[in-house]
């Protein structure tokens, strides 16, 4: 009876934002899509689509079961994490139309002493193609950072290469972008985006974290931890002391509709917002959130999400809701039970050595055996087994398609790692 308690529910829910919606229809799939990643404990959030304006999906999507700590509202606001570096996209763009700076200018203009400064232009920075790393080395060893603190700590980076000729996203390099806002501005960068952007937007609902000690409709964040939810901690929350926005899914839309329309920016420099296929794509994360925020000039889709739970397979998700909007193959999220295979230690062996994510070199870890058993080390020395269940693939939870996959290099007579984590194929560099 509860079973079915549950399902008519659902199913009233569903009729009763959408009317009776067609099995084969844009508002149907994705509304199944979504709501079996909510079933399956595999995301919790506000999420609204649209497709040259017409709205196709505005729902809100509790997980059920849990704290009601958990639970949000259409009006709850979250911390975007990276998200917010539209924002900044935007507030630099808006500086050049007022003639304030020129995407051509170097970064040793606003920093004097900035090594390499005289090599990086604003605008590799916004493309992230200055050659700065994707996160500040010792970050993990302050509290909290506050904006001239990144900058010097910023100093200390070594190019990861010529910049210009390559692209490697950097955390590093839109914080850069920060202190030339606030450079570059009259009352500061938290003033200039207040006044240019969310005033001028009537995006009231969106603010800094720190600019503020409450926060009505706070949507609390958490992350699964070996299958339990903890609370993002206050600590973690506020370490960040810029760009630590909050918004709500109906500002993010707003924000996205309004681009283009030349009123706050005019448009040919709006376009810079975009990279050369036409898509503006942003996503966000830290403990507890996570965010996404597309906006395609050639379909017209916009597909914005925010989240206050981690335990969501990011990169599959975005991917397989994309593939709807466009009418491509996909599948429903559904259950997965993976399992364990024996493997000989000869094998096991192959895959032993010392990785670095080529996104942040700095992160460091180990494959190592013990035994006949196969264990990640990550960068404190804590040990995880890992499981097999085909000859290179390896899996922590046999729950979740996250894992471990070992490729063969023919090259170097080695084995190469991709790690996959909440869905995200995270790229590795082997350093022995």
């Known amino acids: 009876m509860k079973t079915i308690s549950t399902i008519l529910c659902i199913l009233l829910t569903s009729v009763g934002l959408f009317g009776q919606v067609k099995k084969d229809s844009l508002t149907y799939k994705v509304d199944e899509y979504f709501t079996a990643l909510t079933n399956l404990k595999n995301f919790n959030g506000n999420v609204i689509i649209s497709k040259y304006g017409q709205i196709i999906l505005d729902k809100t999507y509790n997980i059920t079961g849990e704290t009601d700590s958990l639970k949000v509202t259409k009006d709850s606001k979250f911390i975007i994490a990276s998200v917010s570096k539209v924002f900044i996209k935007f507030s630099i763009l808006k500086l050049a139309e007022l003639k304030k700076l020129h995407l051509t200018d170097k970064l040793n203009k606003f920093i004097p002493d900035f090594p390499n400064g005289e090599k990086i232009t604003i605008e590799q920075l916004m493309h992230h193609q200055s050659g700065l790393p994707r996160e500040l080395t010792n970050k993990d060893a302050y509290d909290s950072l506050s904006l001239s603190k990144v900058v010097d700590l910023a100093k200390l980076e070594k190019l990861q290469f010529e910049p210009g000729s390559e692209t490697l996203y950097s955390n590093v390099g839109y914080f850069l972008l920060h202190y030339i806002i606030d450079k570059s501005s009259s009352n500061g960068y938290l003033a200039f985006i207040q006044n240019e952007i969310f005033n001028k937007m009537k995006l009231n609902n969106t603010l800094e974290l720190n600019s503020t000690t409450s926060v009505p409709k706070f949507a609390m964040g958490f992350d699964n931890e070996n299958g339990k939810l903890m ?189 996959i984590d909440t869905g995200i194929k995270l790229k590795t560099k082997r350093l022995k």
């Open 231 to 419: 609370s993002t901690s206050i600590k973690k929350l506020k370490k960040a002391e810029t760009g630590n926005y909050l918004s709500t899914i109906a500002d993010l839309y707003s924000f996205s509709q309004q681009i283009l329309l030349g009123k706050v920016l005019k448009k040919p420099l709006a376009l810079e917002m975009f990279g050369k296929d036409s898509v503006l794509t942003q996503s966000g994360g830290r403990s507890g959130y996570r965010s996404y925020f597309y906006k395609n000039l050639k379909t017209g889709i916009t597909f914005i999400f925010i989240s206050n739970y981690t335990d969501i397979p990011f990169q599959e998700a975005t991917a397989d809701i994309i593939n709807i909007l466009d009418k491509k193959p996909y599948e429903v999220p559904h259950k997965i039970n993976r399992v364990e295979i024996q493997l000989s230690t000869e094998i096991l062996k192959k895959y032993t050595g010392k990785f670095a994510l080529e996104a942040d070199l700095t992160n460091i870890f180990s494959i190592e055996l013990i035994g006949n058993k196969l264990f990640f080390v990550d960068p404190n020395g804590k040990k995880s087994e890992l499981h097999p269940d085909s000859e290179n693939t390896f899996f922590e939870s046999p729950t979740t398609k996250d894992g471990f996959i070992f490729m063969s290099n023919k090259e170097t007579n080695q084995y190469d790692l991709i790690l």
